[in-house]
């Protein structure tokens, strides 16, 4: 959290990076009634503490603890949250359900934060089971601001871990800069790496929270990452998971939110977590409006929320996927991870090209529902070819011909382990082959 927003997008230009993608990410599940990404006994207690609430408003559905929608809180909710239940628990949490902050995981700092601004501990407050921020201009220590700041320093630096927190202001729009984040700690400070879970620089225009990573580059600080479009008013979850083999993953609300195409290098650390808040240095004036930076839980899990279910009848979700090239950023598997928002792309505007995923056996298929990238204004060509062994294919739909801009949807019958789609040509002669996602229909 070194520098604004504006000047992270600048960089990313004058970088030429590629990969950056604001993933659309899977409703979550409705009966992880606090957002975490599992539904486990802290949902159950959500539930138990509304239990029979009736005349549940539409709009807030008993605070989403009326999961089926029918008006009141009842069996069928409770049915539904059993169906759905997860067995992790967190390894570490702070509930924040005291009347003090637990010293025992966080340590207070008082202290300037290097501009006009100081670090009070009397900005620290737990109350109505909530850590509070707060942010002042004020006269303190010879500066003309003051913030809050704590961290698990040298009292719990967990590494490869999913790290989530429940975070709101007060109000939105204000010009707070206030961070839910990570940096490197192994005794002593390591920076970077560090993991914005959850940044946001207030100030005048629309502001919304952004999820970065930022590693090692030759002694060179570089970040990758992803605006998060919410009303960072409401109750948001913000996460992140990582391990050796793969740098940060983000979550908001219990799903994927951001993916940074970062090297795996640059994380191979402990952290330790931070919150803090402040004026932002970057706009605050005179009587700007500086809301309080609340957050319900911090919790920390061996492993990240389980991925959301697919449609039913679709086959492919998730499946082992190949394609003939691949454009930096929109990899592979995003033509068949759920999401809207991520897609694969070839190298180059040449074709023919393909995308191929394996469904790990045999079933008997129906349809295939490709969403393309600028469909709008593109028609793709293409044809769909099956295969048992993945060495004979057959042709199951043949739309070379194809000139109809828009997505497609094809019926056809068919027994096939592999699918194939090859696109032979685009209305757009410099398109690359693209998609957002290949949704196939079959059954066992």
């Given at each position: ?289 500086l809301a309080v930076f609340e957050v319900d839980y911090v919790r920390v ?144």
């Open positions: 959290m070194k520098r604004s927003t504006f000047g992270k997008k600048f960089l990313w230009v004058s970088l030429g990076w590629a990969a950056l993608t604001w993933v659309g990410f899977a409703q979550p599940n409705p009966a992880d009634l606090d957002s975490d990404g599992f539904v486990n006994w802290f949902d159950l207690t959500f539930l138990a503490e509304r239990w029979l609430a009736a005349n549940c408003a539409a709009a807030s559905r008993c605070e989403g603890a009326d999961i089926d929608g029918n008006g009141q809180v009842d069996l069928a909710d409770f049915s539904i949250l059993a169906r759905s239940w997860s067995t992790e628990l967190p390894v570490w949490a702070d509930e924040f359900s005291g009347t003090s902050l637990d010293l025992q995981k966080w340590t207070v700092y008082n202290k300037a934060d290097g501009t006009d601004c100081w670090y009070a501990p009397k900005n620290i407050e737990v109350s109505n089971g909530c850590l509070k921020i707060y942010s002042f201009e004020e006269l303190y220590n010879g500066r003309r601001w003051t913030g809050g700041y704590i961290d698990t320093e040298s009292k719990y630096n967990p590494q490869y871990k999913y790290l989530v927190a429940r975070i709101r202001h007060s109000f939105e729009n204000s010009y707070i800069w206030a961070t839910w984040w990570t940096v490197g700690w192994n005794g002593s400070l390591i920076w970077p790496p560090e993991f914005d879970i959850c940044e946001f620089q207030g100030g005048p225009g629309e502001r919304t929270p952004g999820q970065w990573y930022h590693w090692d580059e030759n002694g060179k600080d570089t970040w990758l990452g992803c605006a998060a479009p919410v009303d960072e008013s409401r109750w948001h979850t913000y996460g992140v998971y990582w391990n050796e083999n793969t740098p940060p993953v983000f979550y908001m609300n219990g799903v994927v939110s951001c993916r940074p195409a970062g090297p795996v290098s640059g994380a191979l650390f402990p952290m330790k977590l931070k919150l803090t808040s402040s004026p932002n240095r970057q706009t605050r004036v005179s009587g700007c409006p899990y061996d492993n990240p929320p389980p991925l959301p279910p697919a449609p039913p009848g679709v086959v492919s979700r998730y499946k082992p996927a190949f394609a003939s090239s691949v454009q930096p950023g929109n990899e592979i598997a995003y033509a068949n991870d759920g999401s809207l928002n991520t897609r694969w792309a070839a190298d180059s505007a040449s074709y023919p090209q393909w995308w191929k995923v394996d469904l790990g056996a045999v079933y008997s298929l129906s349809r295939a529902d490709i969403f393309w990238y600028n469909s709008a204004s593109r028609a793709y060509r293409y044809r769909i070819e099956v295969s048992t062994d993945d060495a004979v294919y057959t042709t199951a739909v043949n739309r070379t011909s194809n000139s109809t801009y828009g997505d497609t949807s094809d019926s056809f019958t068919a027994a096939a382990r592999y699918i194939r789609i090859t696109i032979i040509g685009c209305s757009n002669p410099s398109g690359f082959a693209s998609m957002y996602e290949a949704n196939i229909y079959g059954s066992k």
